[in-house]
Structures are given as C-alpha cells and as structure tokens.
C-alpha cells in the first residue's frame, strides 16, 4: 500500500538475543525510543481505494451549488489588484465595488490549468515532497498562539518554544516539512519576527517550510530566505516550489487583502498555495455539512482559480476544513463524525478538480488524555480514507490549534507512523504465508522460537513510541505511567537526541546577512 | 449510510432557548448524558465499500494454503462424536487418531450452505438483530477475570460488577446484544454460575445473550433458558436463532472437545455458532501476519464447515481475531497496525465464503489514557472498513480482555456512536445545500441564529457524551477533568438512570422455577 521499504534495524540486537531481550529494562525500551526512526517514514504513499461518501449525483449536486454561489452570489475581494486581475480573466467585476462574480465557464476553464502533482524542494534534496497522486506527506503543528508541556504548564508562545518543537519535526522522518510556526514566538516584535522565525527554520531543519501570507513584503522576504537557504538562483527557485503559504478565505464568501497579495506573490513566482476556507458550519458557514461544503467549495474554487489567473500551472492545493460546532456553546468542534464526512467528501471534490488535497490532523481537547487520542485518530481515519495528500498540524495540535502541546506532538508522531504501517504493503509472499513453518509446528505446538519466528521477529511489528504493553503487575509496580508520562518523557529525550542539519557556512552568512540588512532596515511595518 | 432515522429531541429544548443554552451548566449536560439515548442506535448499517488491502490474487493465495493446510497437515478434533460425524461427511479420519484432515472439495461444500445473513431473536422483538449484509451489530465486553472501575480498583470479578455492566449494556441502544459475562463472577460457585448468570441476563435486559460452551449440559440449560425467556416452544426456537456461542480453536490447529460439543449442541438446534480463531503472530500463529491469516482461515473454516456438517444451513460467523504480540515481551498486542491490517484481510475472506464477519474493539492499555483510544480507535477503523457485522467486546474490553472497565464502556459507547453518526448518511437535499441561506447570509456574515440553523441547530451534530469541549479557561475552573473524569460520573449517572425492561410474570416464574430445579441438582460437574 506504500512505498515504504527498508525497516529500520538496531545492529545491537539479534535474534540469538531474544530470550534476553523478552523483558527489556526501561533503559533499553527508552534508547530505542530516543533514537532517529531512520528512513523508514521519508516516503509514503497511500494506495488504499478512497473511501466515498458522496453518491455521484450528489458530489455533483455540491459542485453545481458552489458554482451557483459564485456566479450569483459572489465573493468580497478585498484588494483592489485582485479584482483587476479578475475582471482582466473575465469575472464580473464592478468599478468601485468588492463584490465579484464568476461565471462557472470562467472557474472550471482555470482550475482545469493547476497541476495534479509536484513537487517541493527542501534544502536538503533527500527532504523534497511529492504532493498529489497516492503521495501522503505530514507538516507539523502550525500557528498555535500557545505552548504546553507538562512540566511547564500552558504559556504564551515564545522562540525557546518555537526552537523546540521545530527541531522535533526535524528529528521525527514521519513530518516532513514544517508547517508554519509551530508556536508564536511573541517574544519576537512582530515587525522582524518572520525573519527571525524563518531563518531558524532553514538553520534548525532542512526540509521544506512555509511563510504566512500577512503583507507583501514578508512574502517577498520569505521567498528570498527560501532562495538563500537552498543556494539556488531566482529563475531555478521559480522552476522548483521552495516555499508553500496557506491561503484561508475569510468565510464565508471572502478573500482578505494580505491572502490576495500572498497569491500573487507566490503564484506569479510559482509557489505553493494552499487555499483553505475555514467553515465551521452553524458559524461561518450554513449548519449543514452539505450546506458548509457548498461553501468551502465556492471559497476553495475561487481562489483555486484565482492562482491559475496569476500564473497558469502554478501550483496549488485544495484545503479542506470543514467541521462543526458545539451548538451548545458556540465552541469549534474537531474530530468529530460531521468533521469525517467532511474531510472525505472534500477528498472527493478535490479529486474531481484534480488537485492535490490538504487535511489536518484535529482535535479539541485540552490536556493529553483519551479525548485528544480518539479525536485525532478519527481526524487520521478520514483523511488516510478519504485520500488527503498534504496533512497540516499533523503532529502536535491539540485545544483547536490554540495550543502547540509537545506531548501531543510525540503522540501524533506514534500514531502517524501507525498510519504508515496501516499503509505498508501486506507480504502475502510464499515465504511470509508460512505453510512450511505451520507443518513443521503443527496442531498444539507454538511459534516461539522457531526458525521461521526468529528470522522475522525483530522487524515483523511497529514497535510504538508510546504504547505501553506491561501487564497490569509489572506497570503497577513501574507506577502506572499513562501515555502522557511516556510522551512527556519522550520528547525531551527526543530534543537530547536532535542533531542539527549541516548547513553551508556560506549560506549561512549570506542568510545572517540578508536577516541583519532586513532587520537595519526596520522589517516590516507592524501598524495592524 | 445507515439506517438511522430519528434523531432524539429532548422536548426541554426548543431553538428559543438558543442563547440561553450557549453556555450550559454541568447540570444541563450532566442530565443529557444520563439520559437513554432512545432508539437512534439500535439499528445500524454500513454501506461503505469495503477496503480491500490483498489483491485478488493474494486472496486466493491465502484462501489456497489454508485449504492445504487443512488437507495436508489436518486438525486434531478432541471429540471421538466429532471424528464420527467428520467421517460420515467425508473427511479423512483413521480410527484411534486425532488427526483429521479435510478435502478442500470437502470443506468448500460444506460452507457453501452456511447462510450469509439471519436474524437473531431477542426477548423484546424490537431488540432482535440481523447478523450479515451491511448490519452492524455491537456486542459488550465478555469473559474478563478482572473489573474496574476508578473508584474501587482493579478486582476480580463478582455477581454485583456483572449485574453492573449488564445493566450497561441495557441501558445504552449502542450496545444491541450482550457477549458472555462481562466479568467472570467467581463468587458463583461454578456449578451453577451459568444458570445465574444467565437467568441475570435474562432478566435484566431484554436484549439477545450467549452461552459459553464449556460442556454440553451447560449449552442444554442455555438454549433452555433462552427459550423459557422467549416464552417459546423449542420447535420455534429452532426456527428462530436466540442464542449464540462463541467457539475458539485451541491454536494451532485444534478443536478442543467442550467446543466441538459445543457445535454439535448449538447447530444441530440451529442456533448461532461464532468460529474465532485466536492466532497471535508470533506466538500461536507464524509470526507473519499473511501466515496467521493462512491459519486463522485453516481453523475457522474447520469450525464453519463442521457446523454445517451438523446441520446444513445452521447460522454462524467467521470470527477473526488475528493480532501480534509485543516480540520483545511475548504480551498480547492489540489496535495495532498489524491487527488493522488483518482485520481487513479477514473481511475479505469472510466476504469470499458468504458468511458473516466477527470483528472486536481492542485495546491492551491498563487504564483509560490515550492509548485506550487510539487502540481502540485503530480497532473501529478496521472493523468498519472492514466490513465487520458483529463486534463483540465493543464496550468495556481493556488491558487485552483481562480487565472489563467501567469508564472504558462508556468511552467506547461513545466512540461506537460516533461511528454510527459517521456511518449515518450525509444529507444532501436541496434544503442541506443551503443556496438560500448563504444568499441570505452573503459575503462577510454569519449563521448564528439564522432561521436555517436555528430550526436545525439542536440535532445537527452528534452531541459526545465525554468529549470536553469547553474553553481552557473553563475547564480549568472546572478541575481540569479528562475523559477518564467524565466516563467516571457518567457510569454511575447510567447505572441510576438504568431500567429494567418488563418480563412476563409467568415467563420469571418458569424461569425461576428451572434454575432452583437445576441448582437443586447440582448444576454441573465441575471436576475439572
């Protein structure tokens, strides 16, 4: 089912050590969990037929409504450059007015130019990502204004923090790029802060990051660090996405001035967009989930098409994040059955386009306990079956994205590389069915110890990070850690653990460079 | 996706009081939760295409080397009546020997007349259940030595904990059938706990049960009773399946004789026989997953084929209940990728043979932390994609089936609903496309109030029984509860507000009347 191949092996053990190893101490349990998972999960893909939740008439019934909406309702495009654009491709565009309206001919002609697959390219050529197709690819927690751990309690975001958790996701092969910042750093001034942020995550990560789309300059100072970072020219970055931004309509139906400006930046340099309505529905958008996916679809669709206005092919993704409230309270809900149908029909829609799609990894809980476990493995399930292709806050979200939680993180990594494994191919070779090993044990004997077990058992099952397997005694007698302890353990042995990827000295000193002359020259303006 | 129709309403509530219930007391949802959840649970289907994860041919392949198995290697049948009656249909038997072994012409014809779906008949006809097909029917926990719940501890198990849980099980529609004693109570001597126990389930539910087949006289009281609590004849009862029994091989390759015995009573009354293999990789089964499978296939079909033998067209299930252990500590493992991956394949086998699929909601964590979910979660995936009809121990099961957790059933009934609203359709009416309403909302608006949320607001959603979706600040106010804090109050709630079903005064009195005739007895031998 995926592309995974070479099983990490630890040459200390073999397999004449087994009885040895049959109750290892914690310190042995504890190496292993520190060390780098290797290159097992640098790849994936999901081969699994998507599941679909939409009869045809009624993916159709949602497409026709979407177009509906923007041709007679519209959308509010707030930048005055946007609507010339528009108006120059041919929407319907009033002198004077926000509101613009698209014809469906209009739509459907430009999302049929963005591309189905490519590719990002990271500084470290090992780290670039395949985003479309069977391509499965997770970016770590992004944007979250708070921090937790346990020993630390929840706190405002600072850069200590931010520098943390975006060397997890270095260390951890199953996230694969970074996906924002995964905590704001507020102790940063907001006027150099993206510089700041983003130079740390070219020197503490070599794969692929983001830059957010909050005004022009800071695009164009994040295309630059980009550049910088991979030592490559303008004219290759703009052959190679280096840099992906994420889009999010001001639902419903609008796109602010600074995610407009974030398009033409970088889809005129073709980069990575990743358009995102965010529709709560009984919120901001209509109760139903039908209803809600009408409008993420109108929302996605124009800026889709928007992009292809700026630069035929440029590549971009459609973002689903459709999910409900707690109508009780008003409270943003995640992981949530309603939020399943809708991640898979917007897998559908998105495939219908032929675009690549984007999903999240959510939940609402506020502390590590099971509700933060089953919400985000029901976030997991619908997006594996439903067939996204770039997952966002795959690792380490938790309380609705307002908190970057470092426990979370080591949880999330566990259970994405259970996804992995779930999405390895089953070995239904001669050798693995086995019908030699079951003669020869035959009726009432057992397979421990046989020359068939212990050729395989060193690799045959996902060892987790986390879950602990103990009888009731023995994990009793260890003080009856719950997944919590063990994440919480885990992930400063992990930062212990964390080794920083080489970076040419000198692109490092035009990096520090370029940072210092931006920063002399006051940032950006911060009067928002 | 399902056949679930009416949403409960709770009459206290109309969309008036919208603003009024934004921020409800813990009392407000306290009264929600104890509430009986009515009948939106209790029939569920499953109209998901299935996921497939072994290619046609691989499916063959596997489905040949069981049938290779079971001709060349055989199956040692513990049971000189069993021998007889494999003999007399064909299979290949030498007088003096256990061993027996099976033409695969053999085998093939006789699961030819297992059915692919029938109904098992409750007390309470509204509780009968349809076993096959697109049914999903869930089962409680069965068979734990261990009880706990947060306030009592870790205990073994006893006739008040099992009167508990029964009353669960009653309680919520999620939960259609009881499995076995949830906990063993071994403060009921063993030769009349059956006719306790049983009388119990009888008594306080109205919902279909199961007999352990641990002897034949065991299985002769059962279907009696069964029968005396359908105030039926017995020629009825053989028309009618009420009562079912699971029937594990001993792995490898082996059918013990209280199973076989088992069978015969059981199928030759027509009544509902479950075939479980219990193959762990790696230890009762070759450590690859492919190999397991080949034996899990070997076994149950030798079970399937033998009820048939029996009785053609007597009702069973292929059970899969294929896992891994821990190769570092030979411990059970569960919820693991490698038990997703094998509970698909063993739909896809199940599927082949035309005969309907057991499945279970596992987990090995020993208290309710996240990797109580997220296993379990992973169980639920499985099982519903796979196509699972029947899932026993879907609420309760813990620490690897040692242990029934009070808290754990909650948590899994609300995790069983949320798989039901999952599977519920998407309603994609004119009217959930919302046209109107986000014309009349627009650009830059909001659906807060809006006459299409408010007249759907109250039951557009799945409303979680322990999901804790307040604000941080909130639930920090609040003690800063976890799931495990939740599932704690809500049992009790469920337990006060639990009611027992009525039952036929002359119905009890028979009831009543055989178990003091059969205690007065002796019950049965307990010499083992």
């Known amino acids: 089912m995926s592309e995974i191949t070479t099983p990490s092996v630890d040459p200390q053990k073999q397999p004449e050590d087994a009885a040895r190893h049959r109750r290892p101490g914690r310190r042995g349990a504890e190496r292993q969990r520190a060390r780098s998972p290797g290159s097992r999960y640098a790849k994936l893909a ?54 613009v309206r698209f014809d469906r001919g209009l739509i459907l002609e430009m999302i049929a130019s963005a591309p189905s697959s490519f590719t990002m390219f990271a500084r470290n050529p090992a780290r670039n990502v395949e985003i479309g197709g069977n391509n499965l690819v997770f970016a770590q927690v992004a944007s979250a204004p708070f921090v937790t751990d346990r020993d630390g309690g929840r706190r405002v975001g600072n850069r200590e923090d931010f520098r943390k958790l975006v060397k997890l996701a270095q260390h951890y092969d199953v996230i694969h790029t970074t996906g924002g910042y995964p905590v704001e750093p507020v102790d940063i001034h907001a006027s150099v802060r993206h510089l700041d942020c983003l130079s740390d995550l070219v020197k503490f990560t070599d794969k692929v990051f983001h830059c957010y789309s909050l005004g022009k300059q800071r695009n164009l100072d994040a295309l630059e660090i980009a550049r910088i970072g991979r030592g490559i020219s303008v004219e290759q970055m703009e052959r190679e996405p280096s840099l992906f931004t994420v889009i999010n309509s001001s639902s419903p139906l609008r796109l602010d001035g600074p995610m407009l400006q974030g398009i033409i930046e ?100 506020n502390t590590l306990d099971a509700q933060a476990a089953y919400e985000s493995m029901m976030s997991l399930w619908a997006l ?70 212990l050729a395989r058992y060193e690799n045959a099952f996902y060892s987790p990070i986390l879950s602990d397997w103990r009888n009731f005694e023995t994990w009793t007698e260890a003080g009856r850690p719950t997944t919590y302890d063990h994440a919480n353990r885990v992930f400063k042995q992990a930062l212990t653990a964390y080794e920083q990827p080489p970076l040419d000295p000198a692109i490092e000193e035009e990096l520090d460079s370029f940072v210092a002359r931006r920063k002399a020259e006051g940032g950006v303006p911060t009067d928002f």
Request: aromatic fraction near 6%.
């Open 46 to 99: 999901n081969t699994l037929a998507r599941t679909e939740i939409l009869p045809p008439e009624a993916l159709e019934d949602i497409h026709q409504a979407s177009l509906t909406v923007l041709e007679e309702v519209g959308m509010d495009i707030i930048l005055p450059e946007a609507r010339e654009r528009m108006k120059t491709a041919g929407a319907d565009v009033t002198p004077g007015e926000q509101r």
């Open 266 to 365: 970088m889809s005129s340099r073709n980069q990575v967009v990743i358009m995102t309505p965010f529709t709560l529905a009984g919120a901001m958008a209509p109760v139903t989930i039908a209803g809600a996916l009408v409008q993420q679809n109108a929302e996605a669709l124009c800026g889709i098409a928007f992009t292809q206005m700026v630069r035929k092919g440029a590549p971009v993704m459609y973002g689903g994040f459709t999910s409900n409230v707690d109508m009780k309270t008003g409270a943003p809900a995640f992981g949530t059955p309603e939020y399943m149908k809708a991640v898979i029909a917007g897998g559908q829609l998105a495939r219908k386009y032929g675009v690549p799609y984007r999903t999240s990894n959510t939940n609402a809980a």
């Open 384 to 453: 594996t079956q439903g067939g996204g292709n770039f997952v966002l806050h795959a690792a380490g979200w938790t309380e609705g994205g307002l908190t970057a939680s470092f426990e979370k993180f080591i949880l999330d990594v566990d259970m994405l590389q259970m996804v992995a494994e779930f999405l390895s191919p089953l070995d239904v070779s001669a050798d693995a069915l086995a019908l030699e090993a079951v003669r020869d044990v035959g009726p009432g004997g057992h397979y421990f110890g046989t020359a068939h077990t």
